[in-house]
């Protein structure tokens, strides 16, 4: 969306505005629905009691039946000339980045009913990959879910054509930035990465065990993001879908994500399940570990899809620590923990969605790794121990052959510093969002 192509102050007649505009924080919202007749719905807020409306139950709805679903959301409802005033007009210095919705500006602001705070707004771009039914889709939502690992949406506008979002503002970015952004010059240490990688994956079993199930659909780096605490927490819902319900094993839709992340059934079937957002969780968890991009076309054939390169090493501690493992790390972590985070990352990745673990077993399995602090313990951090075998004698020095002969060197090399850091490489390169069209299921 072009900055000058909002236009402040302006009252819309358009239907969208009447389903929605006003609705939410109002202080007459409640004798508003009460005179037209129509039940107040008090949403499932984190742990309340009301049943959570779900995306299908409300797409279909008519327009009066909509305004009043979201009453009680705790969601405020912003105009245009608010936004532009939080955002200085939507001033370049507030950019903070775009996505596949539209470009993001750091705001603050101090409503009555709202406490005084910094904000991220999302535009609406008309030209992007999303529209409104993804507009829609967030608000809905994270309008009625809440978690400490949810990022908050605070509220939205809704006038004329805009279509925004307000969400808290996030201190430390996005973790796509922190592992693959050459301008970060601050690598992330293990237990941050960690960290991060338990508060995702809590995220993703809330979403999963809820009463009423939601399946993520776009987990990445890049929706990931910090606080100031860099404490983790998924963003953008454009894409989730309610998980099936009763007999049903999964979800028909179109197939749509982000290459390299999808799970390989459901680019094959259109079939989404949990056990599809457990895949994706496995790519980042590799991410994570590797410090590489999931697909990096600047590293050779062979290595351009990380999943298909690192898979196979996983379960092997040598060929995690030498080949797979962030060189930037500089070999300061535990290397249990590691190989345990491996094995779990090689779990999530299994072909077979049947053969994945759940995200409360990833959370059980992934959580007491932050307790491993060390295998041995140095004035410049934990970092790997090899330990030499005795000294042959000059006889079967000779005889051995070279490559056991020159094992130990290598692995103390791959404790110095890398000349060069991986984090540069493929920096600029974007994401290629796509979308698939199933021809059996072409249910949106």
Same mark, same amino acid.
């Given at each position: 969306?072009?900055?000058?192509?909002?236009?402040?102050?302006?009252?819309?007649?358009?239907?969208?505005?009447?389903?929605?505009?006003?609705?939410?924080?109002?202080?007459?919202?409640?004798?508003?629905?009460?005179?037209?007749?129509?039940?107040?719905?008090?949403?499932?807020?984190?742990? &309340?009691?009301? #049943?959570?409306?779900?995306?299908?139950? /409300?797409? @279909?709805?008519?327009? +009066?039946?909509?305004?009043?679903? %979201? !009453?009680?959301?705790?969601?405020?409802?912003?105009?245009?000339?608010?936004?532009?005033?939080?955002?200085?007009?939507?001033?370049?210095?507030?950019?903070?980045?775009?996505?596949?919705?539209?470009?993001?500006?750091?705001?603050?602001?101090?409503?009555?009913?709202?406490?005084?705070?910094?904000?991220?707004?999302?535009?609406?771009?008309?030209?992007?990959?999303?529209?409104?039914?993804?507009?829609?889709?967030?608000?809905?939502?994270? &309008?009625?879910? #809440?978690?400490?690992?949810?990022?908050? /949406?605070? @509220?939205?506008?809704? +006038?004329?054509?805009?279509?925004? %979002? !307000?969400?808290?503002?996030?201190?430390?970015?996005?973790?796509?930035?922190?592992?693959?952004?050459?301008?970060?010059?601050?690598?992330?240490?293990?237990?941050?990465?960690?960290?991060?990688?338990?508060?995702?994956?809590?995220?993703?079993?809330?979403?999963?065990?809820?009463?009423?199930?939601?399946?993520?659909?776009?987990?990445?780096?890049?929706?990931?993001?910090?606080?100031?605490?860099?404490?983790?927490?998924?963003?953008?819902? &454009?894409?989730?879908?309610?998980?099936?319900?009763?007999?049903?094993?999964?979800?028909?839709?179109?197939?749509?994500?982000?290459?390299?992340?999808?799970?390989?059934?459901?680019?094959?079937?259109?079939?989404?399940?949990?056990?599809?957002?457990?895949?994706?969780?496995?790519?980042?968890?590799?991410?994570?570990?590797?410090?590489?991009?999931?697909?990096?076309?600047?590293?050779?054939?062979?290595?351009?899809?990380?999943?298909?390169?690192?898979?196979?090493?996983?379960?092997?501690?040598?060929?995690?620590?030498?080949?797979?493992?962030?060189?930037?790390?500089?070999?300061?972590?535990?290397?249990?923990?590691?190989?345990?985070?491996?094995?779990?990352?090689?779990?999530?990745?299994?072909?077979?969605?049947?053969?994945?673990?759940?995200?409360?077993?990833?959370?059980?399995?992934?959580?007491?790794?932050?307790?491993?602090?060390?295998?041995?313990?140095?004035?410049?951090?934990?970092?790997?121990?090899?330990?030499?075998?005795?000294?042959?004698?000059?006889?079967?020095?000779?005889?051995?052959?070279?490559?056991?002969?020159?094992?130990?060197?290598?692995?103390?090399?791959?404790?110095?510093?890398?000349?060069?850091?991986?984090?540069?490489?493929?920096?600029?390169?974007?994401?290629?969002?796509?979308?698939?069209?199933?021809?059996?299921?072409?249910?949106?």
């Amino acid at each position: 969306m072009r900055n000058d192509s909002i236009k402040a102050g302006e009252r819309s007649s358009s239907p969208w505005r009447s389903l929605l505009g006003g609705c939410l924080g109002a202080a007459d919202c409640g004798a508003g629905a009460g005179n037209q007749g129509h039940k107040k719905v008090r949403p499932r807020s984190g742990g &309340g009691g009301g #049943r959570r409306l779900s995306f299908t139950d /409300l797409s @279909g709805a008519a327009d +009066e039946d909509l305004s009043v679903s %979201l !009453v009680g959301s705790n969601l405020h409802v912003f105009t245009v000339a608010e936004l532009r005033a939080a955002t200085r007009e939507f001033a370049s210095d507030n950019f903070l980045g775009e996505g596949g919705f539209g470009p993001v500006y750091k705001g603050f602001v101090d409503k009555p009913g709202l406490k005084a705070q910094a904000i991220a707004v999302k535009l609406w771009d008309p030209e992007g990959a999303q529209g409104h039914k993804e507009w829609l889709a967030e608000v809905i939502f994270l &309008g009625q879910l #809440r978690h400490p690992n949810l990022v908050k /949406l605070v @509220g939205y506008c809704c +006038e004329e054509e805009h279509r925004l %979002l !307000v969400y808290e503002y996030m201190a430390q970015g996005s973790l796509e930035n922190h592992l693959f952004d050459q301008q970060v010059p601050v690598v992330l240490p293990w237990s941050t990465r960690l960290n991060i990688a338990v508060g995702a994956a809590k995220g993703l079993a809330f979403l999963h065990d809820a009463e009423k199930p939601v399946i993520y659909r776009d987990f990445k780096a890049s929706n990931i993001l910090l606080d100031s605490d860099h404490k983790a927490k998924l963003s953008d819902f &454009g894409l989730a879908k309610d998980g099936p319900v009763g007999d049903d094993t999964h979800v028909s839709t179109r197939v749509m994500g982000t290459h390299g992340y999808a799970a390989p059934e459901y680019i094959m079937t259109g079939h989404l399940t949990a056990k599809s957002d457990v895949y994706t969780f496995g790519v980042v968890l590799l991410e994570i570990l590797a410090g590489r991009r999931a697909v990096d076309k600047s590293r050779t054939s062979r290595e351009q899809n990380l999943v298909e390169f690192a898979r196979p090493g996983l379960r092997d501690p040598l060929r995690l620590a030498r080949r797979i493992m962030d060189p930037a790390l500089e070999g300061r972590y535990p290397a249990t923990a590691a190989q345990k985070a491996a094995a779990v990352a090689y779990q999530c990745l299994s072909g077979s969605p049947k053969n994945r673990p759940d995200m409360s077993t990833v959370v059980k399995e992934l959580e007491p790794l932050l307790a491993i602090t060390e295998d041995v313990l140095t004035a410049d951090g934990p970092v790997v121990l090899f330990v030499a075998a005795p000294e042959p004698d000059a006889k079967e020095k000779k005889e051995r052959p070279r490559a056991v002969r020159d094992v130990g060197v290598h692995h103390r090399r791959r404790l110095r510093s890398p000349k060069g850091s991986p984090r540069k490489r493929g920096a600029e390169q974007k994401e290629e969002f796509w979308v698939w069209h199933v021809a059996a299921d072409d249910k949106a």
